[in-house]
Antibody
Framework: EVQLVESGGGLVQPGGSLRLSCAAS????????MDWVRQAPGKGPEWVAR??????????EYAASVKGRFTISRHDSENSLYLQMNSLKTEDTAVYYC??????WGQGTLVTVSS | DIQMTQSPSSLSASVGDRVTITCRAS??????LAWFQQKPGKAPKSLIY???TLQSGVPSKFSGSGSGSDFTLTISSLQPEDFATYYC?????????FGGGTKVEVK
C-alpha cells in the first residue's frame, strides 16, 4: 500500500522559511516523479512543484507563484521528498500535500504564514 | 496554462441518483486526466486516472469517460458516503491544473 506522510508544517512569520518533508513507503520511490500540491483554506488544490527521476536528472518544475522562493528535492535512498520554502507570504498559507500524481496523496501538513 | 472548466460547481441529488460531472480542458490533454473525491478536512482521494482507469479499491459505481478535451465523471447510484466535492486535474502540461470543483449535496 502506498503511503505518503508529510511533516514539518507550522506557524511562521511572513518572510520566514520552512522545510517540509514527505516519507514515502509501499512503492519504489525512485521510479516516480513526485509533486507538492497545496490547498488554501476553502479553496481548491493548487499544484506547487514537481521533481523528476534520476534518469531525468532530477529536473524540476514550479508554479509561477512559488518559483524562485521554493525548492523541491528528493533523497531516493531515504525514500524522502522535501520542499524548502523561503520568503514565505501570507498567501502561502495552506495544507501542503505530497503527491504521487495521478494516484496517491498524503494526509497533508498545515503551513500558516502570519505575524 | 491549461484551464480546466468543471461543471456544475454544485448539485443537489438524492441517494440512488445517477450523477454526471463534466470537465473541459482549454486544449487537448492526451487523456492525462484524473478525478478526485474530497470530504471536509480530509485529503483528496484518487478515483480515476488516465481519464477512465479506476483506481484500485474504488467501487465500480464510479466511471470516467471522454477524450481530447472533454471528460465526464459518472456516479451510477449515489450513496450517502458519496456526498463530497469532486475535482478533475490535468497532468499533461505544466503547470498541472485543477478544475474548480463540484460539490455534491443532499437534495
Amino acid at each position: 500500500e502506498v503511503q505518503l506522510v508529510e511533516s514539518g508544517g507550522g506557524l511562521v512569520q511572513p518572510g520566514g522559511s520552512l522545510r517540509l518533508s514527505c516519507a514515502a513507503s509501499g512503492f519504489t520511490f525512485s521510479d516516480h516523479y513526485m509533486d507538492w500540491v497545496r490547498q488554501a483554506p476553502g479553496k481548491g488544490p493548487e499544484w506547487v512543484a514537481r521533481i523528476r527521476k534520476k534518469v531525468n536528472s532530477y529536473t524540476t518544475e514550479y508554479a509561477a507563484s512559488v518559483k524562485g522562493r521554493f525548492t523541491i528535492s528528493r533523497h531516493d535512498s531515504e525514500n524522502s521528498l522535501y520542499l524548502q520554502m523561503n520568503s514565505l507570504k501570507t498567501e502561502d498559507t495552506a495544507v501542503y500535500y505530497c503527491v504521487r500524481t495521478p494516484d496517491s496523496w498524503g494526509q497533508g501538513t498545515l503551513v500558516t504564514v502570519s505575524s | 496554462d491549461i484551464q480546466m472548466t468543471q461543471s456544475p460547481s454544485s448539485l443537489s441529488a438524492s441517494v440512488g441518483d445517477r450523477v454526471t460531472i463534466t470537465c473541459r480542458a482549454s486544449q487537448g490533454i492526451n487523456n492525462y486526466l484524473a478525478w478526485f473525491q474530497q470530504k471536509p478536512g480530509k485529503a483528496p482521494k484518487s478515483l480515476i486516472y488516465a481519464a477512465s482507469t479506476l483506481q484500485s479499491g474504488v467501487p465500480s459505481k464510479f466511471s470516467g469517460s471522454g477524450s481530447g478535451s472533454d471528460f465526464t465523471l459518472t456516479i451510477s447510484s449515489l450513496q450517502p458516503e458519496d456526498f463530497a466535492t469532486y475535482y478533475c486535474q490535468q497532468y499533461n502540461g505544466y503547470p498541472l491544473t485543477f478544475g474548480g470543483g463540484t460539490k455534491v449535496e443532499v437534495k
